[in-house]
């Protein structure tokens, strides 16, 4: 037999809210990780990952004049300028990292490296192109 209207409207109620609820702790709990990670991220290990995986497009000093990068259009982001087309935060350059700028809209050209470089490595990364702003 069916739940009666006002049952189903309280399962209902109760069932959003307690949904709401998980969400909004798994962004609170997901960002303070993020926070812990991006306090934690050693800037001279990113300059080694910068050098392995981003020097051919971004270049020696983050200007996006590698010798890929001269030769791309759109030309690769110029880190010097510290100007982020998808957001300057530490978590939004995370983000363009890990899963490129076609996620966020943007050139399909930075690819996405999530899968390849390691988290830890990922924030130091984030660390050292910051290092980059002139």
Not at 21 to 41: I, Q
Not at 80 to 99: A, C, H, R, W
Not at 104 to 122: F, N, T, Y
């Amino acid at each position: 037999m069916p739940y009666p209207r006002t049952a189903r409207t309280t399962i209902t109620a109760t069932l959003i809210a307690t949904l709401a609820a998980l969400g909004f702790t798994l962004a609170v709990f997901s960002n303070s990780d993020a926070s812990a990670a991006d306090a934690d991220a050693d800037a001279a290990k990113g300059q080694q990952v910068y050098q392995i995986y981003c020097i051919t497009c971004h270049g020696a000093t983050g200007k996006g004049d590698g010798p890929v990068g001269k030769t791309l259009t759109p030309p690769p982001r110029d880190f010097s300028v510290g100007d982020f087309k998808f957001g300057g935060t530490s978590q939004e350059i995370f983000d363009t990292i890990s899963n490129g700028a076609a996620s966020k809209g943007g050139s399909p050209l930075m690819a996405p490296w999530g899968a390849v470089i390691p988290e830890q490595d990922r924030w130091d990364l984030v660390a050292y192109i910051r290092t980059l702003k002139q």
